[in-house]
């Protein structure tokens, strides 16, 4: 599965088992693709480099964004049905209410 943002791609992991979803990227120095967390919520504790965040509704329209998000923090927002994180520094151009396309 892919992520298609800024008109690249970018190969998609679904957290979709207790591992997935307790690693994510932790440890990780060279991060290449992108992770998907049915959630509301999602920490960095004990990640090695800073992610770009995308939060989104069911539908997968974007409801925050936050770029560069520094190790060590705690995110929880309301109404985010999916969390997004990519390498830092891959999201350039999108916006609030555009629709993230999964292939």
């Known amino acids: 599965m892919k992520v298609i943002v800024d008109n690249k791609e970018i190969e998609l992991v679904i957290a979709n088992n207790f591992y997935k979803k307790l690693k994510g990227f932790m440890f990780q120095k060279d991060i290449k693709n ?43 927002k309301p109404k985010v049905y999916y969390v997004y994180e990519f390498p830092s520094n891959f999201i350039n151009n999108l916006k609030i209410n555009d629709t993230l396309i999964i292939k």
């Open 34 to 76: 992108a992770i998907r967390f049915k959630t509301n919520s999602i920490h960095t504790f004990f990640m090695k480099v800073n992610l770009d965040i995308v939060m989104t509704d069911k539908n997968n329209k974007i409801l925050y964004i936050y770029k560069n998000f520094n190790k060590n923090r705690i995110l929880i």
